[in-house]
């Protein structure tokens, strides 16, 4: 039973298109996060929600909007996609981090490539 | 400014020596936490180990250890008796306890492990 899971795995485009990735967790976290990888595997965060408010949104153009219908799902829309879009978009999730410096481990979806043509 | 910063783009060891993968960062948050990940070559992104700010002993779990040097501000990965699968991408992140609570990654190591 995969505990984060994203669909669809690969995503191949045009350039202009409009695209959505899906993510769905079964851990009964309250978090959950997108994170884009470049192609130089740069790892880089791009919104989070928390119980389905948005609680970071990175300077991303705004052709990306995320949306959480519950917390347990998390939706990526990218409108007229460009060819810089291309990349690894990871969706994770965790129980809220707190003050405090408990772990609250990040377990990250699978990853759906995305290649903008 | 760069918050994590991991100095080797890419490292080789022989099978069954130990390795250590250098992370260091910078914060003036006094309660933060460092992980590890792996990232083999079929992508997925692996949760290594952990480390507290305020933890006073090393995190150990099974043959990874962090070696935690708080007033140096690093928290290198150590990967003993090393395996052909530990071949991967290894990315440190930090975790501040203010802020956008998000982790931040660093650059990654690439280790090649040879037989």
């Known amino acids: 039973d995969t505990a984060v899971s994203q669909t669809p795995k690969y995503l191949v485009t045009q350039m202009g298109n409009d695209k959505s990735i899906k993510c769905e967790q079964n851990l009964g976290h309250d978090t959950m996060y997108w994170y884009k990888q470049d192609s130089k595997k740069f790892l880089k965060i791009m919104f989070s929600?928390?119980?389905?408010?948005?609680?970071i949104n990175e300077t991303v153009p705004n052709r990306f909007s995320p949306k959480s219908p519950d917390k347990a799902h998390l939706n990526l829309h990218i409108n007229s996609l460009e060819l810089g879009d291309s990349a690894v978009y990871f969706c994770a999730s965790s129980q809220f981090p707190g003050q405090g410096t408990g772990a609250n481990v990040l377990t990250f979806g699978a990853g759906s490539r995305l290649t903008v043509l | 400014a760069q918050k994590i910063t991991q100095t080797q783009p890419g490292m080789f060891v022989q099978e069954k020596e130990a390795v250590t993968l250098d992370c260091t960062y910078d914060t003036s948050d006094p309660s933060y936490g460092l992980f590890w990940y792996k990232q083999p070559s079929s992508g997925e992104m692996i949760f290594l180990i952990y480390?507290?700010?305020?933890?006073?002993q090393n995190a150990t779990e099974g043959r990874y250890s962090l070696n935690f040097q708080k007033a140096r501000k690093s928290a290198n990965l150590v990967i003993s008796a090393s395996q052909l699968g530990d071949s991967a991408m290894y990315f440190c992140?930090?975790?501040?306890?203010?802020?956008?609570?998000?982790?931040?990654f660093g650059s990654g190591t690439r280790l090649q492990v040879q037989p």
């Open positions: 929600y928390n119980n389905k408010e948005l609680i």
């Open positions: 480390q507290g700010s305020y933890d006073q």
């Open positions: 992140a930090m975790r501040e306890s203010t802020g956008r609570r998000a982790l931040t």
